[in-house]
């Protein structure tokens, strides 16, 4: 077939049975092709090093059915026009905590199937420029986050961004046309502390259900978990009671945590820390709060919640927020000294306890209207890549 100018190494691995193909540095190709029964290994000298794949004429990977393409630790890009198992083959990708970077400027669609065992990445990045997209067709675990450049990236519902003390996987600032459909696994790692915690779901149609498999939720209502007859979640609503209880009385789990609401959750389990995992389309885009008016004085409180599977920064930028009539300070309640503080952020002097204002996935906040006919909008370009604490 034609060869591509700009990359000449087209490489198909045909013996059935097992490769092993030795690294001593990155290695640039247009394509790799693998048999069927064929499982290649590649290794490197005790560094990562990169497999790249692609060019101008497309190329990229094609793993036959019934084969393997284990990378290791080691590192993989595809650029330009590459694709990956475009033609529907099914063979599987091994990959053990190195990055992933695809840029595609096809038309035609990549599929990404991982092996059962070592299905981990570090940062995945996917850039799909073209009327191509990226499908993850089996489990993949990112530890470090996602970047979307463009195009869109179908999670299929097996994608997990995982949480762990030392460090939490962001969906990071999605740019361009770049989107996340079908569903995601998203991780919050909570410390542990026995007391009401602020939080909120960052994907959406999540059921109270799913939430009370990590976290038990008590009140008068039918699937209450039996730790307790009284309530243990609630909203806030100014001039409306304050608290209010969620699942609302005589209601059922099966209603859904609502779209940038916070709410105040005792952790039952909290002798211990847990994995907190949100099921659904995460929130992307712009995200309009819904916030009740205020006279200026000490009133226009609004509990509401980071919708997003990243940390974000409270600023005055119009590029990251928009506001009206809300006043400049936000308050992040924090539990996790086992006694309620608040940790303040003013977006106008940049001055607080909330280190750089920056606010957790998933993290309850408060914030104050000073008006009548307050907005809020929080924008893709809030997010921040810092590491933030989940109080």
Known sequence: GLVASDNAL????????????????????????????TNVSFVNGGSAVTLNVGSQNGGGLSIATGSSLNLGNNHFVMKDAGTINAGSETGKLGINGGNVNLTSTSTQSSNLYFDTTLKTTGLFTSNFSNTGKLFIKSDLAITDGLKIKAGEFNAGGFVSLTSTLAKTAYLQEIEGNGSVTGNMKVQRYVSAVRKYRYMSSVVANMKVAAWQTYMPITGNFTG?????????????????????????????????????????????????PLTLQMTGVPYQGNVVYTLTPGTGAD????????????????????????????GQVVSVPD?????????????????????????????????????????????????????????
């Open 10 to 37: 087209d490489v198909t691995l045909a013996k059935t049975g097992t490769q092993t193909v030795t690294l001593a540095g990155s290695l640039d190709l247009f394509k790799i092709t693998t048999s069927a029964a």
């Open 224 to 272: 209450a978990n039996t730790n307790a007859t009284a309530s243990s979640m609630f909203y806030y609503v100014e001039n409306g009671d304050g608290y209010k209880p969620y699942p609302a009385p005589l209601s059922d789990n099966q209603v859904e945590f609502g779209k940038g609401v916070g709410y105040s959750i005792f952790n039952f389990n909290g002798a211990a």
């Open 299 to 326: 009133d226009g409180w609004n509990l509401i919640g980071n919708p997003y599977a990243s940390a974000i920064r409270w600023s005055n930028d119009a590029a990251e927020w928009t506001k009206t009539n809300v």
């Open 335 to 391: 539990n996790s000294s086992g006694s309620l503080v608040y940790r303040t952020y003013d977006a106008g002097s940049l001055a607080g306890t909330l280190t750089g204002g920056i606010i957790a996935p998933g993290q309850a906040f408060w914030v104050q209207a000073s008006a009548a006919g307050p907005t809020l909008t929080v924008k893709e370009k809030a997010k921040r890549t810092n590491t933030s604490m989940l109080y």
